[in-house]
């Protein structure tokens, strides 16, 4: 025999002898209704039996639950907390909104300094000239703009793809494309350090999930080998890697990842949000700087670092972008993102494929030399890896001491034990600053 009751609405099943025996170790007496005004304004039932029984159900079961100041005593005593802090930034300096003291931001992902160009800032505000400050609808309904269809045939032209598709951010990229281009029959392969929405849209796909050693090609063709031999040529497999690693800096083996792919007829998904407008001649990311652009199914990407703005996208051929329009449910279900907006982003991209952002790639390739000039690092992103949660805090805080933003990184972000610092380099930031940063970072502990 079993007893149903509902409380706020969620419903919770039990067995109703286990009941009587909670009750009597609690010294409850399971017939008498003992909370039945307190929670009468909650659940409502029919018999008054039934509801002393359920109303009694129902206090077990709330003070059963967890507070939540226990879980913010587990994140504190981990090593884990985190807050929000206001800023006001300038460009290459950010400042604490609560204090005067002016920080180099060695934190941000502004790789090429757009965030505070000038020309781009003009396009935003003849973009809001021109289509007012919001889009009003979902592109579906009554949202899309010129402004978002020249912006979409930008960046598939400068992906050397058909078609694109713009998302409010990054991250509501990967979780309407993955889920809505796999299913249960299929299979997502995941590089191990992929970045969280990856990993997030592939449990939500519904997909069986499996994971690579990071950059190990071998071990996923291995995998690849071993799904196609049990499963056939029938479900779809679709490979995930970023181009740069947003924590590590270092770059996925896209040619030998695209040789994998092609062997074994999986699709390849390339998030390329720390690689587009940095690598490549045109900035186009590390698949035009390898010549793969063509043979990547999908390339992923964000506006919201080198181009200096907000919104991310997808870049693949039309029958997977109709998919999507069709079938992306972060895309479908959200309004569209300013037209204004995407007016300037299109003049973001096009400064990237410019004499102009040459030069800023020239600059920020000198930075990068200049920060450490022995190693062949070709990205703006460097960790100093310390390991203790607690002791990168204290570095975090040293540094800020000497007057640089250097964030922190810590688990679930990175794996555990290698908290670290991550020093993100831009155009820019003037040579003095990237030079002190580079003492005051070698004086520290590993």
């Known amino acids: 025999m079993h007893c149903i009751y509902a409380s706020f609405s969620f419903p919770f099943l039990c067995n109703s002898s286990n009941c009587r025996a909670k009750c009597r170790a609690r010294s409850i007496n399971p017939q008498r209704n003992q909370h039945q005004d307190f929670f009468s304004y909650r659940i409502r039932v029919g018999a008054d039996k039934t509801s002393a029984r359920t109303n009694h159900h129902a206090m077990l079961f709330l003070s059963a639950v967890r507070p939540f100041s226990q879980d913010l005593e587990d994140i ?137 050693p990071h950059n190990d090609v071998p071990k996923l063709r291995k995998i690849l080998a071993s799904i196609r031999a049990t499963h056939g040529s029938s479900p779809r497999i679709l490979i995930v890697t970023e181009s740069v690693f947003s924590m590590d800096g270092d770059l996925a083996p896209l040619a030998e990842l695209v040789q994998a792919k092609e062997e074994f007829e999986a699709l390849l998904l390339v998030d390329e949000a720390h690689g587009y407008g940095v690598l490549g001649a045109t900035g186009g990311g590390l698949a035009e700087a390898c010549g793969l652009q063509e043979r990547i199914d999908l390339q992923m990407g964000t506006l919201s670092k080198a181009a200096g703005l907000a919104g991310g996208f997808i870049a693949a051929d039309g029958e997977i972008i109709q998919l999507l329009i069709n079938r992306a449910r972060s895309f479908i279900y959200s309004t569209a993102p300013p ?12 400064i990237i494929r410019s004499e102009k952002g040459h030069e800023l790639r020239e600059k920020l390739a000198a930075n990068i030399r200049l920060f450490d000039d022995y190693s062949q690092h070709k990205s703006a992103i460097f960790p100093h890896i310390i390991g203790d949660n607690q002791a990168a805090l204290n570095a975090a805080s040293r540094l800020r001491e000497q007057g640089f933003l250097v964030p922190a990184i810590r688990y679930p972000t990175v794996p555990r034990n290698t908290a670290r610092l991550r020093i993100s380099l831009s155009a820019a930031h003037p040579a003095e600053a990237i030079l002190s940063l580079r003492t005051q970072i070698q004086d520290l502990p590993r």
């Open 76 to 212: 504190r005593e981990a090593g884990l907390w985190r807050e929000l802090r206001s800023w006001d930034h300038s460009n290459g300096k950010i400042q604490a909104a609560e204090s005067d003291q002016s920080l180099w931001n060695f934190a941000a992902n502004d790789y090429l300094g757009l965030s505070h160009d000038e020309s781009l800032r003009a396009a935003f505000q003849e973009g809001l000239q021109r289509y007012g400050h919001g889009s009003g609808a979902s592109r579906l309904v009554s949202g899309s703009s010129p402004a978002h269809r020249d912006l979409e045939q930008a960046i598939a032209e400068h992906k050397k793809k058909q078609s694109s598709l713009l998302f409010s951010t990054g991250f509501a990229v990967a979780m309407g494309i993955i889920p809505a281009l796999l299913t249960k029959t299929d299979f997502v392969v995941l590089d191990k350090l992929s970045h969280a929405c990856l990993i997030d849209a592939a449990r939500l796909s519904g997909a069986t999930i499996r994971v690579f």
């Open 339 to 350: 037209p204004a907006l995407a007016f300037a982003a299109s003049h973001a991209v096009a």
